[in-house]
Nanobody, 116 residues
Framework: QVQLVESGGGLVQPGGSLRLSCAAS????????MSWYRQAPGKERELVAGITNNGGTTNYADSVKGRFTISRDNAKNTVDLQMNSLKPGDTAVYYCYVFIGFKAFWGQGTQVTVSS
């Protein structure tokens, strides 16, 4: 079965960096685009970044452009999100996402808190 397991969240000061990782299993990872979403308290879940199956194309929410970088390793079945220059507004639970066979799959999420 499809499994997505996120790691790397935590507490960081404004201006700091974190690297999130998502380990995928149960499907042919290299065949599917992958995405990171986030959900802040009281807000809707939003797309943060996406990457095509071969990693050739990426896209980002305007709010994170220039600060976040999504990447993938198809040999390791992982997709990462490097987050730099973090702001308090980036505080949220971050989720790994894949859409397979008309069905959406989500990880359990990892908490990122940006606070001094």
């Amino acid at each position: 079965q499809v499994q997505l397991v996120e790691s790397g969240g935590g507490l960081v000061q404004p201006g700091g960096s974190l690297r999130l990782s998502c380990a995928a299993s149960g499907f042919t990872f290299s065949s599917y685009p992958m995405s990171w979403y986030r959900q802040a308290p009281g807000k809707e879940r939003e797309l943060v970044a996406g990457i095509t199956n071969n990693g050739g194309t990426t896209n980002y929410a305007d709010s994170v452009k220039g600060r976040f970088t999504i990447s993938r390793d198809n040999a390791k079945n992982t997709v990462d999100l490097q987050m730099n220059s973090l702001k308090p507004g980036d505080t949220a639970v971050y989720y790994c996402y894949v859409f397979i066979g008309f069905k959406a799959f989500w990880g359990q999420g990892t908490q990122v808190t940006v606070s001094s």
